[in-house]
């Protein structure tokens, strides 16, 4: 192989590389979501990582047998790749800008409203997906954990602990509404009832909770927007790299088509 072809097949090793991480944060978002109930965009960003590995594996196998069609079909299908990667870390941050969530005087735990998450996260909330939601919430292991901690034994106790925002929003009734503490899941009502809807949606039941609440809701989001920032990370990483992989890929594929044309022209 010629110095240039040697060089793109690095690359394009290295940029095979970069699409482990695009694929690993897909998968784990994907599970993350599973274990929550959501659904939302769960596959593209490890269909993404897988295109991007294959587009890598055909750069390399077209660097190391001196293939330039495949490297040239490598350049256009990342070029490609790349900027719909960019686009889609553009779109995340736009969309999970607002965290929805407030602190409470007192408490060690965030609560959350819908009105501080975007319009695009609102409506992934509506009515008629939130009933599957619920259905998958109530008899998931969310509330039912909780429930069973036995290191809660006084309302201090539970009000200085951490709890995920699917609890906070789910599992107990908001602060402002008064209730008094029992245990986790299970609280007395105030001796005068507060305005706030969803101080009248609550309940014991353990189907039931506040599964219905607005808060509960605005609680998955905030939960989808964590998991979002999480995955961002390796995928900023990997943008960069595959960016920087990209340029040193052109600026190889250019020294190897001149080498060509001099060959040709010498003999």
Request: charged share 15%.
């Amino acid at each position: 192989m010629a110095v240039s072809n040697n060089i793109t097949a690095c690359v394009t090793l290295m940029a095979l590389i970069c699409a482990v991480p695009v694929i690993a944060s897909g998968v784990w978002f994907a599970s993350a979501q599973g274990e929550e109930c959501a659904r939302l965009a769960r596959w593209p960003v490890a269909i993404l990582g897988g295109l991007i590995l294959l587009a890598a594996l055909a750069g390399f196998v077209g660097a190391y047998w001196n293939r330039r069609r495949l490297l040239a079909f490598y350049l256009f299908a990342m070029a490609a790749l790349i900027a719909l990667l960019i686009a889609l870390l553009v779109f995340a941050f736009a969309v999970t800008r607002g965290s929805g969530a407030y602190p409470v005087l007192g408490r060690e735990y965030d609560e959350y409203r819908l009105d501080g998450f975007s319009m695009w996260l609102r409506g992934y909330v509506d009515p008629a997906r939130w009933e599957g939601i619920r259905s998958c919430l109530a008899v998931s292991d969310t509330c039912k954990k909780l429930a069973r901690q036995a290191g809660y034994v006084t309302a201090d106790q539970f009000y200085q602990s951490r709890l995920t925002p699917l609890q906070s929003g789910c599992c107990k009734p908001l602060s402002v509404c008064g209730f008094g503490y029992v245990s986790p899941t299970v609280w007395t009502n105030p001796a005068r009832p507060v305005s706030d809807p969803d101080c009248g949606l609550w309940s014991n039941d353990p189907a039931q909770l506040c599964y219905e609440c607005e808060s509960c809701r605005a609680g998955l989001l905030a939960a989808l927007r964590s998991q979002w920032h999480k995955a961002n990370i390796a995928l900023v990483v990997a943008t960069v790299s595959l960016v920087f992989l990209y340029l040193i890929g052109c600026s190889a594929y250019k020294n190897a088509h001149a080498e060509a044309i001099y060959h040709r022209y010498k003999w």
